[in-house]
């Protein structure tokens, strides 16, 4: 169980950082700014990026716990563990894009998607037990 979790966590962060990629890459090139710029916004996604993928995949190690039978059998503990850590992330990088600038909404895409294909593979968790 824990292979497969491990697992799951690991396609996700990929996935997720690949799409996230892409995304940026295509809102890179629609953005109307001189070539320093284009550059500046470059960098700026490509280190959010990374830096965001990494801390999502620390804070959702706790999913692992989901190994014991006692944890998972609990429906209140089992999106606790699993979720709980993405969800705070997303949150507390939530905070600042709305107070600060809202313009930088951009920058919760690798949060997002993360949360998203995070789910896909709970149902499918779910389902498979």
Do not use: C, W
């Not at 892409?22 to 550059?39: H, R």
């Not at 620390?58 to 089992?78: C, H, W």
């Amino acid at each position: 169980m824990r292979k497969l979790l491990l697992k799951n966590l690991s396609l996700t962060v990929v996935l997720s950082f690949i799409l996230s990629s892409v995304l940026f890459l295509v809102y890179y090139e629609s953005a109307n700014e001189g070539f320093e710029g284009k550059q500046a916004l470059l960098i700026l996604f490509a280190v959010a990026d990374i830096f965001q993928h990494l801390l999502l995949f620390i804070f959702s190690l706790p999913a692992l716990f989901l190994a014991s039978p006692r944890i998972y059998a609990s429906k209140v503990q089992r999106p606790l563990f699993y979720f709980g850590g993405a969800v705070l992330v997303t949150l507390i990088s939530l905070v600042p894009i709305i107070s600060d600038n809202p313009g930088d909404m951009p920058l919760l895409i690798p949060n997002l998607l993360f949360l998203v294909i995070y789910t896909l593979f709970y149902f499918r968790l779910t389902k498979q037990q």
